[in-house]
């Protein structure tokens, strides 16, 4: 009785909260009004955190809410606005902690040069800045950090840590199996240092970004590169130091800044306007585009989950649904599939390719690929289509990987006994108990093989390539965009901007016709989620847990890359999943 009581109250308090939350977001929603912009404003572009491909469910309550909530689609659209907008005179780029891989800096920072070029003036105002936060303070007229602050600017690393040694005195095994040489997920817990092969290929990434890193500050700030070299073999530098090697122009404050934009816009009172506001306003008299193209995106790993909220990371009965929602759609007339995932479950990412083919056959389509398109990633980007990447995208990565851990040693310690009955030779293949034997090892091999060759021929008809030199260039390798354009794994470097290009060539649209950007999926508030529940579709409760699993996660792993992967490591089963989210810094 005590029980059932406890559990009407706790059904009625949770109602109670739901009730006040769903409240709370509608007034909220139904509150917000287009913010007025006023001439010779100033766009504020406060970057602090992550910037999604995907928009995040929109949560009312504040600390469910960290995700900021302007996509990198939608921040594309309003610094591109921004540079049409005669009332938009300059940017304050202030920058810090930015949560965005290589390939996406690359993104915002092409941008702001396109508003530099349109005439217009952007200042930098830095605070703490790491690498990421000053390489895109160099798209700015001018760089501002307060005397005392510091630049963390001294290069970039990539680490690899192993956790053998650990395991082996927990008694726990880790058995790997993989096809290709490269193809080193799951080595962290099987080996105890780096493979040559690892260690080439980070050494490849790391060439090509500290390359990447160094032009673009020696363009920025009117430098020759061998000098840009030599200054970063001295940081970290303190403000007074970098402005002394002219790495920054100004030392001063928030009102320092303010003034000297006040200055070029020759106006008293300095109009600013925030990001998040700008981004929902509209250039006067700007007429509806006729013609809408369909921004599809797969962001994060390839869940085998059977899960149809597009709010989870990349599940193949989300992703075909979406497909099927856009072929339907009349008013779609082509297709941006925006990749950027390091891959994850292979039966999965084999699903979502069949379905993308398939949308490709109804709709003009392209392929751009973000800060990640391998392994599972870039098995779904092989529609056929021409295929677009940033120089800095990790890609590739075609190979096949199995893991499992044998807690055997880890029981005996703890004095847990387990018996195994079975019947069927191989019923105890994935038990957790006990090793590979040399039949199991032997039949799981053939299994990866045969995936393998799969992978290899999607991959193969996907490039118009024979299959014998996609294999000499897969292996399990993952290469930077630059790389993979000189190996045909991609067609063309370059960002949305010219995938926007492309699909209009592609699907006979005047080159200079505005065009609508239709996101899938689209962003859903807490609200909209919840009356979900009435069609079918409850995705409410799993949206709130993962918003509270995707916290806790993120006290532990702080970087986005981390947390995409360890969530594909935990569901397991055959993968084609990177065999590292790179992180250089």
């Known amino acids: 009785m005590k029980k059932f009581i406890l559990g009407v109250l706790c059904g009625l308090a949770f109602a109670v909260l739901a009730g006040v939350i769903v409240t709370f977001a ?7 009004k287009p913010a007025a912009v006023a001439e010779n404003s100033v766009l504020v572009l406060k970057l602090d955190g ?121 008694g726990v095994q880790v058995e790997i199996e993989h ?22 290929v980070l050494n490849g990434f790391l060439d090509q970004l500290y390359g990447s890193l160094v032009n673009v500050v020696a363009e920025g700030r009117k430098k020759k590169p061998e000098a840009v070299r030599a200054l970063i073999d001295d940081g970290p530098f303190l403000a007074r130091k970098a402005k002394e090697f002219g790495l920054v ?7 320092d800044v303010e003034e000297a934009l006040k200055g070029v816009l020759k106006v008293s009172e300095l109009k600013k306007t925030a990001l998040r506001d700008y981004s929902k306003s509209k250039l006067p008299g700007a007429a509806t585009p006729k013609k809408r193209i369909a921004f599809l995106v797969a962001d994060g790993g390839i869940s085998g989950a059977m ?41 999965a990412s084999d699903l979502m390719l069949h ?70 030779r191989f019923a105890a293949i994935d038990s957790e108990y006990m090793p590979l034997d040399e039949a199991g090892r032997k039949k799981l091999r053939e299994s990866i093989l045969a995936t393998y060759d799969g992978f290899l021929q999607s991959v193969a008809e996907g490039r118009k390539q024979k299959k014998e030199d996609i294999a000499l260039k897969a292996e399990g390798r993952a ?19 010219r995938a926007v290009e492309m699909i209009k060539a592609k699907a006979k649209i005047d080159a200079n016709e505005k065009v609508g950007i239709v996101p899938y999926p689209q962003r859903k508030s807490f609200v909209e989620q919840w009356l979900q529940r009435n069609s079918g579709e409850d995705t409410t409760a799993p949206a ?25 490591y935990l569901r397991g089963g055959m993968l084609s999943v990177s065999p590292y989210l790179i992180e250089i810094r």
């Open 26 to 32: 509608a007034i909220r929603m139904g509150g917000e």
């Open 50 to 170: 992550e910037i999604p491909e995907k928009p995040p469910m929109d949560m009312p309550i504040p600390w469910l809410n960290q995700q900021p909530s302007i996509t990198m689609l939608e921040l594309w659209s309003t610094i591109n606005r921004a540079s049409e907008d005669s009332r938009i005179k300059a940017i304050l780029l202030e920058p810090r902690d930015v949560g965005v891989g290589w390939a996406g800096l690359e993104e915002i920072r092409q941008q702001l040069l396109k508003f530099r070029k349109k005439g217009k003036t952007i200042y930098a105002h830095l605070h703490t800045p790491g690498t990421r936060e000053y390489y895109l303070a160099t798209a700015a007229d001018k760089i501002y950090i307060a005397p005392e602050d510091h630049i963390d600017v001294k290069g970039l690393r990539a680490e690899s840590t192993y956790w053998k040694g650990t395991l082996d005195k927990l």
């Open 179 to 200: 096809a290709g040489r490269y193809k080193d997920f799951g080595d962290q817990y099987s080996r105890t240092s780096m493979t040559p092969e690892t260690r080439e």
């Open 249 to 255: 122009d100004v030392l001063g404050y928030q009102e």
């Open 307 to 347: 899960n149809l909220d597009p709010s989870d990371d990349v599940t193949a009965p989300a992703m075909i649904k979406l497909m099927k929602d856009i072929e339907k759609d009349e008013s779609i007339s082509g297709v941006i599939f925006r990749v950027n995932s390091p891959g994850g479950d292979a039966l």
């Open 355 to 424: 379905q993308a083919r398939l949308l490709s056959k109804k709709k003009p389509m392209i392929i751009s690929m973000a800060d990640y398109a391998a392994s599972g990633g870039y098995m779904i980007s092989m529609t056929g289509d021409p295929v677009l990447s940033y120089p800095n995208t990790i890609t590739g990565s075609i190979g096949v990987v199995f893991g499992k851990g044998n807690l055997r040693g880890l029981y005996d310690k703890i004095g847990v006994n387990k018996e195994i009955l079975t019947r069927g």
């Open 479 to 497: 290469w930077t965009g630059s790389q993979a354009k000189q190996q045909a794994l991609v067609d063309e470097l370059g960002g949305l901007d």
């Open 544 to 568: 709130m847990e993962k918003a509270v699993f995707d916290r806790a996660l993120k006290s532990v792993f702080p970087s986005a890359a981390e947390r995409t992967w360890v969530r594909t």
